[in-house]
């Protein structure tokens, strides 16, 4: 977290310094992957949300301030787009996304560990960790679906 005056001031501190916070914003390019899956295997609904998810990680990824409201958006786009995904895992039990999707959910409370007490490179990877198993996970419901 930079803290400047400015920024101390107006309440716009970065999320993760310069250099890293890019570490996130380009994992996000990871969404496409289970977009494309989600339009194969004809899941319309959960390719509007990976859309929006999409669309929200990258307008917070790109300059990502604490106190933002794109921080905010991409947050509830997530927690709605991992909860929907992670239901359609349990309801027709493919377990290996349940289990993909259980392990990154765990790992946001992890990752926020990590960045208070200072470890901001391993919080980084932790959450780019995130990203990939959840998008593993919707990619695995999408394949497993119609078997």
């Known amino acids: 977290m930079l803290k400047t005056k400015s920024n101390i001031k107006n309440n716009n501190l ?83 996304s349940t289990i993909l999707m259980s392990i990154g959910i765990l790992l946001y409370p992890f990752n926020t560990y990590l960045y208070n007490y200072n470890y901001i490179k391993l919080s980084a990877l932790c959450h780019c960790l995130l990203h990939i198993l959840i998008s593993l996970g919707a990619c695995f419901i999408y394949i497993y679906y119609n078997e």
Not at 24 to 48: D, G
Not at 56 to 74: A, F, G
Request: charged content about 10%.
């Open 14 to 96: 970065l999320s993760y310094p310069e250099g890293i916070y890019n570490w996130i914003f380009l994992i996000c390019f990871i969404h496409p992957i289970h977009i494309v899956f989600a339009i194969y295997y004809k899941f319309y609904l959960c390719c509007f949300i990976d859309i929006l998810l999409f669309i929200t990680s990258l307008n917070h990824w790109k300059y990502p301030l604490l106190k933002s409201k794109n921080r905010y958006i991409d947050i509830y786009t997530a927690i709605l787009a991992i909860s929907y995904h992670y239901y359609l895992s349990i309801i027709y039990y493919i377990s290996i």
